[in-house]
């Protein structure tokens, strides 16, 4: 090697050796802007996005909290769930149609409704059961800490005075999680439960003999179906054909159960009848 590669492998190393210390530099005082800035704009512990509320003791009931998506099971089993009621206009109509064919349901109510519609499901929810869907249907993950308990402490009460037992179940709003939101249910010690199939009501436009024909055929082991009993007129498609899904389930071998039995917390499946 010449004498001027050599330099020029000495400058070169030098420059890249400047270049990786200045990079670092800048990384760490980007690292300190953003943490500034973001301590700024919302408080890390016990803001929406944190599982965690400062840094003593939490206090989250057992301290530990499950999330589900559906049941572990080789069973032909399945839990139909109905959320955002209880309301006059539908509510009535599906606990008819599960008395009528003896299905048993779980119905995630939302704590307002309940407040105004009690008489409703007053009397109506043997052989079901309720969880809490939170009290006025807000985007939780948006929420803090103190704001999201709140709001799932309300939902919780107005529950239990109708029922007469406290909720063990809790399913989102819109399915969306924050930290807040978990920290807020482990203080309830809820189960978190989401769902691993949805009705499809808007890709059957007035027609719920082809929407009950799909589910049926979605449906698998330990599937969790989620419905409405409150919404837009079209997702009464779903609710009218719910007898042909029942049938149709039952044509397949399904038993159904709510959403406790599927999971195993010791609650035999059961009838409405």
Known sequence: MTEGARGWLRRDLLHRGLLVGGGAA???GASEAWWLTRRRRLPIAGGPASATLGNG?????????????????DQRVVALTFDDGPAPQWTPMVLDTLAEHQVP????????QV??????VRDRLAGHEVGSHSWAHRDLAELDAAEAYDDLRRSHDAIAELTGEPPVLFRPPYGHLGGAVLHAAARLNYRLVLWSLQMVEGTFPDDPVGHARRMVAEVRP????????????????????L?????GLRSHGYTFVTVSSLLGVGVAPTSTG
């Open 26 to 28: 800048v990384g760490a």
């Open 222 to 241: 330990g599937t969790i179906v989620l419905g409405h009993d409150v919404g837009t007129r079209q997702r009464l498609v779903a609710l009218r054909g």
């Open 57 to 73: 003791q939490q206090d989250v009931g057992s301290g530990a909290l499950e999330v589900v998506w559906s049941g572990r099971t």
């Open 105 to 112: 349901a779980t119905f995630f109510m939302v704590g307002t």
């Open 243 to 247: 007898t042909d899904m029942i049938n």
């Open 115 to 120: 407040r105004r519609h009690a008489d409703v």
